[in-house]
Structures are given as C-alpha cells and as structure tokens.
C-alpha cells in the first residue's frame, strides 16, 4: 500500500534522527488566498516526554520535517525552529507522557525581525537583499521582480518582503522547506504536468475523497475596488461591476515608487466575478496510487501550478489549472491526510505569447 512515511530530523544537532519519538505531526505551506500575505507557517508534532526525551528537542533548535512515498526518495518538505513545547505529564514513570513541540518556519521569523534604519538598494532584487540581511529569512527569488523603492527602511521585514509580493505580484513556492519567490515572468516555467488532481485515482492521477467549491466573500477573492500605496502615492481603481455589486474595496500597501496605478487598476478588475471558484480539496496517501503519489511528493517539495478536474451536481466536468495556495499536512504513523486550497489559473495569467498555459497567442495554437 503506497503511503508517506515521515522523518523527523534536529539538524542542530548534528541531524539527529528523533523519528522514533514521534506519535504525529501537522504542518502547512503557503497563504489562504492570492490576496493574504505570507505571513509564515508553523508545525506541531507530539512526541512522547519521559527520561530525558525533551533534550533532543531545545528551543531554537532546527527541525527538518522529511517524506518519502513509498519507491522514491526521501524528500525535505519543511524546516523550522522550535519556539515553544508543552508538556502532557502522566504519573509514575511517565511512559505515557507527551509534549507538544512547536516549529516556526523562516517567514514567520522574518515577521518577528525588523530592519533597524537599513538602506535597500536593489530595485529587482529586494526579497535577495533582504534574506543577506536577515539570515533567518531562507528566502532566494527566480530572476528579477518589477522595480521597487530603493532607500532606508526601518520597517518588519515580513512587511516589506510582502510590500514587493504585492506589487509585483508574483507568488512564494516551497523549496526544499525554503521559499523562492516567483515573479510572474516566471510562471510559464512552473507547471506540473507529471500528475493531475481529479475525483477518481488513476495515472497518473491524485484521488481526492472531498472537494467544496468556494465563492464570492468565502473565498476573499471579490472586490470591485482597489486602493494602492506605493512608497510616494496612492491610487484608487473602480472597476465598472461596482455599479452591479456595489463597491467592495480591496486595500494593498505596495514597495513600488511607479506603476501603482497600474496596480491598483489590475487589482480592482481581476477580483471581479464573484462565481470564480477555490477549491477545497482533502485527501490521504493511503487512498493513491503509487506513482502519483510520489509525484505528488515531488510537487510539495517544489510546488508548481497543477491541472484538477472536477463535476458540479448535474454539472459538467470541469478541469483547468490551479496554484496550491495552501496545503496543510496530518500525519500519523498509519497515513497522512492531505488539504489544499486551490486558486484558479485565472488570478495569475499574464500576456506570454509563447506558452501552452499561460499563453494567449502561443505557437502552438497560431500553428506555427
């Protein structure tokens, strides 16, 4: 039976394998929507806590979270460091005794560090910059972003790193249990077509065993206005579906010094239908097959936009491609149940004449 077997890791100490102490786990990648901040992600694991057992685990120490489906390579899926554990005592010996260890990932650390009067001076590269500065923030970025305000900053760094996200408007992926920041130029290059996600398993298809389909103000994805900040202006965008819904306004603080017009103009008209759907979707490893589930492992190490299909009640089958914005883990030592939030490609398209997803002229379709 295919399934994910967990390995958990003190690389502080000299990578030392504490696996055997542990009764579960839970962790998660990513933001609830396009529109959230990366605000940084968190996991807790139950380990049993009796006769020493706590040492191996001391506050600050880094915890690799590694998972290998079953024929493949084991692969790092999270890292983050202990910032608090909470003790279950039992009586007499305490066998049955656990404690409860909490992990920050570098991102919520980062919301934790403030830049003291700090001078930024690249305009492509900041999220580069500003992981040299702070080296808790495990942070490298795919080429260049759109250009930024350049100066001195006395700012979270969290804050400022999610300043330039929103102007420029790419997205955050895993890498390695690390984050590398995409800017839309680069999206054409991450697309996964080695699985898909669908309602049967099949291959190299993912099963998923519920799906909800989440509109409008559920989902946080409709407003029908925008108002922008740059570091010098700020402007705000109605779009004409206002005279239908209504204004529902979106506000962003961007790191951008030009274009926030621009900005403000793309947010208030993308968010605009309120039938656009997330999804929300759950399954378990043990319920897959094995090929996809590994390279669906793949995919939670490297994370990629994916192709799902589904069919509403009465409805149509319906596939297209999707960015997992969240995708959480529960683990046991039996299996692990996997749930992801879902954002349509529609939200992260861009105008790239040569490319089978994201193109809108693309060769292949003018038969050249």
Known sequence: MPKLTWKVVNHTQADLDITQYVRSLSFTQGRPTPLSPYSGNSASITMSSYGGIES???????????????????????????????????????????????????????????LQSQSLVSVNDQIEEIGVLLPQVIFTQFLNNTNMSTGTFTTNANQRINEIIAGDRGVVTNDAGNFLYLPPSQFGNYVDTTFTIGRTVGFPQIGYQDLNRVEAAANSLFYTQATVTGSATTVTNTAVESSVYGVRTFTASTAQSNLVSETAQWYANTF????????????????????PLQQFNNFCYDTKFVSVSYTPPGGVSTTGYYWPEQITFNATPDQTTIDMLMTPLTYYANFILNDAVFGVLDTDRLGV
């Open 56 to 114: 191996f685990v001391a506050i600050n120490d880094e915890i690799y979270l590694n998972s290998t489906a079953t024929g493949a390579a084991e692969l790092l899926l999270f890292v983050g460091r202990v910032t608090s554990r909470t003790f279950n005592d039992n009586p007499g010996t305490g066998i049955n005794s656990t404690m409860t260890v909490s992990l920050n990932d570098a991102m919520l650390q980062a919301g934790q560090a403030n």
């Open 272 to 291: 605009t239908d309120p039938e656009a759907v997330m999804l929300n979707l759950s399954f378990s490893d043990v319920a897959q097959s094995t090929l």
